[in-house]
């Protein structure tokens, strides 16, 4: 079992910059995919950007050039720089972890960013 820990919670006007990171419970050594999902209000979850245990990033075509996903050296925390901040940014973001052999994934809380004038 992971439990999955997001921080960065924030308010920002347009054209700012926010971090937000997701903390693992636990490091491991099995391969993985480590995403950030964003839902706002009255529209479905999607994929923001996502990052697997070798470093490789695919990102959605609203964050590209924005939006930097990395993650540190013993693979357990992802962070999601967002710059250039716009109001459709405005929504509720999760972590997920996804185990590419077992299938298993897991869920953070969510933490909210609100981008307004």
């Known amino acids: 079992q992971v439990q999955l820990a997001e921080s960065g919670v924030g308010f920002v006007q347009p054209g700012g910059s926010l971090r937000l990171s997701c903390d693992a419970s636990?490091?491991?050594?099995?391969?993985?995919?480590m995403c950030w999902y964003r839902q706002a209000p009255g529209k479905e979850r999607e994929l923001v950007a996502d990052?697997?245990?070798?470093?490789?990033?695919h990102y959605a075509d609203s964050v590209k050039g924005r939006f930097t996903i990395s993650r540190d050296t013993f693979k357990k925390t992802v962070t999601l720089q967002m710059n250039s901040l716009k109001p459709e940014d405005t929504a509720v973001y999760y972590c997920?972890?996804?185990?590419?052999?077992?299938?298993?994934?897991?869920w953070g809380q969510g933490t909210q960013v609100t981008v307004s004038s």
């Open positions: 636990r490091s491991f050594l099995s391969s993985n995919t």
């Open positions: 990052i697997s245990t070798g470093g490789i990033t």
């Open positions: 997920k972890l996804t185990f590419t052999l077992s299938g298993s994934s897991y």
